[in-house]
């Protein structure tokens, strides 16, 4: 038996296909088809605006647009953005059972920079040396909360700076967990309580 899905040309990033089905790129399916088009981009493309998606891949049933949109249709929430490192910490596929759709705060919640050069952990920053006032405490740790800067005190150490900023953190995603639950998948809120802070974030 031949298969359908052979006789489709690869179209996106020599990767990403049609397929053969009810699903395209016309105005019906638009959305969805610009949502898997630019997770294709990201983990395919020698574009170097998509360099921080180095080492992600896409699963091979969703090179195929018709299984994707499947999915997508089954599983779309309004207003909703596509996630892929919520139900799996660091996660770098792209598949039906790695992404959820979550809001906006969510996202944001796990939007930590990865900078190679960072000098310390996530949410913790030194001091600048030339305040006297703060030449014994060479730590502090400021948190976003609703677009706004929270500073959670000054540290001697990096290890007491953690323990302060992992703490608030754990708290503040049960929180948005608890404000989102009847509106979640129930994998995703219980993704969301079971989550733990690590310094290497």
């Not at 796990?110 to 310390?120: G, I, M, P, T, Y």
């Not at 920053?125 to 060479?138: I, P």
Request: aromatic fraction near 14%; include cysteine.
């Amino acid at each position: 038996m031949i298969n359908q899905n052979c006789l489709v040309k690869t179209a996106y990033e020599n990767i990403g296909f049609i397929g053969i089905g009810k699903y395209n790129s016309g105005k019906k399916y638009r959305n969805c088809f610009l949502i898997w088009r630019s997770i294709i981009q990201r983990c395919y493309s020698t574009d170097i605006k998509y360099h921080t998606y180095i080492g992600c891949v896409v699963d091979e049933k969703w090179h195929n647009f018709q299984n994707f949109a499947e999915w997508y249709y089954n599983n779309h929430i309004d207003s909703f953005q596509l996630a892929k490192n919520i139900l799996i910490k660091n996660n770098k596929i792209y598949s039906e059972d790695t992404c959820c759709f979550v809001p906006q705060q969510i996202i944001l919640l796990f939007n930590n920079s990865k900078n190679k050069n960072r000098e310390c952990p996530v949410g913790i920053q030194k001091t600048k040396k030339n305040k006297a006032e703060y030449r014994h405490q060479r730590y502090v740790v400021n948190v976003s909360n609703c677009n706004k800067n929270i500073n959670l005190g000054y540290f001697d150490t990096v290890d007491e700076a953690f323990k302060t900023y992992k703490l608030y953190k754990e708290k503040h995603i049960k929180w948005v967990a608890l404000t989102w639950k009847d509106k979640i998948s129930e994998k995703v809120y219980n993704a969301l309580i079971n989550y733990v802070v690590e310094i290497n974030d």
